[in-house]
C-alpha cells in the first residue's frame, strides 16, 4: 500500500463549486505539506503543518485553506473554485532520511483538478 | 529569496546517449540540493540529493555534484534507457527554514527513443 494516497486522483468541477481535496499518510511523519504543478512553473507550496495545531501559508495561499484533522490526514479546500485553479495537485510528507542526514519529503500520486 | 534555474525541455536523447540536466541555485548560506524525478503518472520520487559542498549523490546511474563556487548541481547519466523518461526536478532546502521546505524549478522533460 502507498504511504501517502490522495483522494480523489481526478476531479472535474465548475466555478464557484467547494471542492475538498484529501490526503492521508502512514509514514507517521508530523510534517505534511500541499503543492499544486502547473506546467513551466514547476511545483508551488499552498499551505504546509508542522504538527495538527501548526498551519502555515506557503507562496500560492489565496484561495485556498486546508484542515489538519489528525496526524495522519490533512486536507486542501478550494471555497470557490475557478478556472485558474485548474492544476495537478500534490500532497507530501516530511521525516527525517533513514541515514538521518537530512529530511526527505515523500509524495503523493496527485489530483488533476479540472474548473471548468 | 531562495530560487532554483533549471534548463527548459525537453531534452530529447537517443537510448545509451550522454545525459546533462544543468540545474543552478540562489541561496543563503549552504543549502541541501536535491533532484527528484517524476514518472508519467505518478507523484515525485527522491533521485539523489547533496547536502554539503563537493558531495556527490548518486542513485540509479544518475549523479550530480554540489558545487558551491558555481552554485550549481547538474544532474549528468551516461548512458540513458527508454524507462528514464520523466520530468526532473532540481530543489533545494535551508537552514532558515530548518530544511523543512522545499523550493523547486520548473522541471525538465526527458525524452529518451529507442
Known amino acids: 500500500d502507498a504511504d501517502v494516497t490522495q483522494t480523489p486522483r481526478n476531479r472535474i468541477t465548475k466555478t464557484g463549486k467547494r471542492i475538498m481535496l484529501e490526503c492521508s499518510q502512514t509514514k507517521g511523519h508530523d510534517r505534511m505539506y500541499w503543492y499544486r504543478q502547473d506546467p513551466g512553473l514547476g511545483l508551488r507550496l499552498i499551505y504546509y503543518?508542522?504538527?495538527?495545531?501548526?498551519?502555515n501559508k506557503g507562496e500560492i495561499s489565496d484561495g485556498y485553506s486546508v484542515s489538519r484533522q489528525a496526524q495522519a490526514k490533512f486536507s486542501l479546500s478550494l471555497e470557490s473554485a475557478i478556472p485558474n485553479q485548474t492544476a495537478l495537485y500534490f500532497c507530501?510528507?516530511?521525516?527525517?532520511?533513514?541515514?538521518?542526514?537530512?529530511?526527505?519529503?515523500?509524495f503523493g500520486p496527485g489530483t488533476r483538478l479540472t474548473v471548468t | 529569496g531562495n530560487s532554483v534555474t533549471q534548463m527548459e525541455g525537453p531534452v530529447t536523447l537517443s537510448e545509451e546517449a550522454f545525459l546533462t540536466i544543468n540545474c543552478t541555485y540562489t541561496a543563503t548560506g549552504y543549502p541541501s540540493l536535491f533532484w527528484y524525478v517524476q514518472y508519467p503518472g505518478e507523484g515525485l520520487q527522491l533521485l539523489l540529493k547533496?547536502?554539503?559542498?563537493?558531495d556527490k549523490g548518486s542513485n540509479k546511474g544518475f549523479e550530480a555534484t554540489y558545487r558551491k563556487e558555481t552554485t550549481s548541481f547538474h544532474l549528468e547519466k551516461g548512458s540513458v534507457q527508454v524507462s528514464d523518461s520523466a520530468v526532473y526536478f532540481c530543489?533545494?532546502?535551508?537552514?532558515?527554514?530548518?530544511?523543512?521546505?522545499?523550493?523547486f524549478g520548473t522541471g525538465t522533460r526527458l525524452l529518451v527513443s529507442p
Open positions: 507530501a510528507t516530511s521525516g527525517i532520511s533513514p541515514s538521518g542526514a537530512f529530511y526527505e519529503q515523500y
Open positions: 530543489a533545494l532546502s535551508d537552514r532558515g527554514t530548518g530544511f523543512q521546505k522545499l523550493v
Open positions: 547533496a547536502t554539503k559542498a563537493d
Open positions: 503543518s508542522f504538527d495538527v495545531k501548526d498551519i
